[in-house]
């Protein structure tokens, strides 16, 4: 399997160059937007797993969280994407989020596109004044099909872009 890395955007950016994650051709729906002020900080490319639980009740699969590592755009890992939702970065910033806005995005075999509000941030790097996550471009990263049993397991693979924006 051919792994596509993605360049790492920092600052504020009004657009993002061609060749890059987050190109000019992918438009973010509206219902994912944070809004007229807010600003790019980082955008990193995401690899790793959606995990999902069966939920013993319903006999159906749960998903427990991500386990990701983040990237920039010489394919250096920068950081990780955890439970929480957590992002956390090698320069010592750590956000947790929470869903705000879903959209199913252009591949019904692809985890939703999704804006996050952040509930918390520590750390002084990047990360330090982000009030937003938007995760698009998502591949793969959906729960099995079907029935499971108590304590099953499952790592899904995915990828993703993810979005970090702070508010001017």
């Given at each position: 399997?051919?792994?596509?890395?993605?360049?790492?955007?920092?600052?504020?950016?009004?657009?993002?160059?061609?060749?890059g994650?987050?190109s000019?051709?992918?438009?973010?729906?509206a219902?994912?937007?944070?809004?007229?002020?807010?600003?790019?900080v980082?955008?990193?490319?995401a690899?790793g797993?959606?995990?999902?639980?069966?939920?013993?009740?319903?006999?159906e699969?749960?998903l427990?969280?991500?386990?990701?590592?983040?990237?920039?755009?010489?394919?250096?890992?920068?950081?990780?994407?955890?439970?929480?939702p957590?992002?956390?970065?090698?320069?010592?910033?750590?956000?947790?989020?929470?869903?705000?806005?879903?959209?199913p995005?252009?591949?019904?075999s692809?985890?939703?596109?999704?804006l996050l509000?952040v509930?918390?941030?520590s750390?002084?790097?990047l990360?330090?004044?982000v009030?937003?996550?938007?995760?698009?471009?998502?591949v793969?990263?959906?729960?099995?099909?079907g029935?499971?049993k108590?304590?099953?397991?499952?790592?899904a693979?995915?990828?993703?872009?993810?979005?970090?924006?702070?508010?001017?």
């Amino acid at each position: 399997m051919e792994v596509r890395r993605f360049p790492l955007m920092l600052g504020v950016a009004s657009g993002l160059v061609a060749g890059g994650f987050a190109s000019a051709d992918v438009t973010v729906p509206a219902a994912l937007s944070a809004g007229p002020d807010a600003e790019l900080v980082l955008a990193v490319h995401a690899e790793g797993a959606q995990i999902y639980g069966c939920a013993p009740d319903k006999n159906e699969w749960v998903l427990k969280g991500p386990d990701a590592k983040l990237f920039d755009e010489k394919g250096t890992q920068i950081g990780k994407h955890y439970v929480g939702p957590s992002w956390e970065l090698d320069d010592g910033s750590l956000i947790t989020g929470e869903a705000a806005a879903k959209d199913p995005g252009p591949d019904p075999s692809a985890v939703a596109w999704l804006l996050l509000k952040v509930k918390t941030n520590s750390g002084k790097g990047l990360l330090a004044k982000v009030s937003f996550v938007q995760r698009i471009e998502t591949v793969g990263g959906l729960a099995p099909k079907g029935a499971c049993k108590a304590g099953d397991e499952v790592k899904a693979p995915y990828t993703a872009t993810y979005r970090f924006l702070a508010m001017k």
